[in-house]
């Protein structure tokens, strides 16, 4: 059974960091890109960070460029997202991603909110 469970959501202060976790099973986790969407209520869905299936490239969206990091363990399964200097526009529900090569499999977590306020 695929699984990805998102952790890590919280209410944060301005300026605050948090880190996102994913935490995979039920499929060759290593052998899959991931990524970290965020949805707000009345938007679409955008995609915010990517690494690829070993971790040697990374893509972010230019809103969160320098701000947030995308990592992976393949030893554990796991994905994260590290996000630093956070704004209240990152207020959102955070997803997790996970595409096989070609894009023949791809799975989503439940989402994690991340609120941003004072």
């Known amino acids: 059974q695929v699984q990805l469970v998102e952790s890590g959501g919280t209410l944060v202060q301005p300026g605050g960091s948090l880190r996102l976790s994913c935490a995979a099973s039920?499929?060759?986790?290593?052998?899959?890109?991931m990524s970290w969407y965020r949805q707000v209520p009345g938007k679409e869905r955008e995609l915010v960070a990517t690494?690829?299936?070993?971790?040697?490239?990374?893509n972010y969206a230019d809103s969160v460029k320098g701000r947030f990091t995308i990592s992976r363990d393949n030893v554990r399964n796991t994905a994260y997202l590290q996000m630093n200097s956070l704004k209240p526009d990152d207020t959102a529900v955070y997803y997790c991603?996970?595409?096989?090569?070609?894009?023949?499999?791809?799975?989503w977590g439940q989402g994690t909110q991340v609120t941003v306020s004072s």
């Open positions: 991603n996970a595409v096989s090569s070609w894009g023949i499999f791809d799975y």
């Open positions: 690494i690829t299936s070993a971790g040697s490239t990374t």
């Open positions: 039920g499929f060759t986790f290593s052998s899959y890109a």
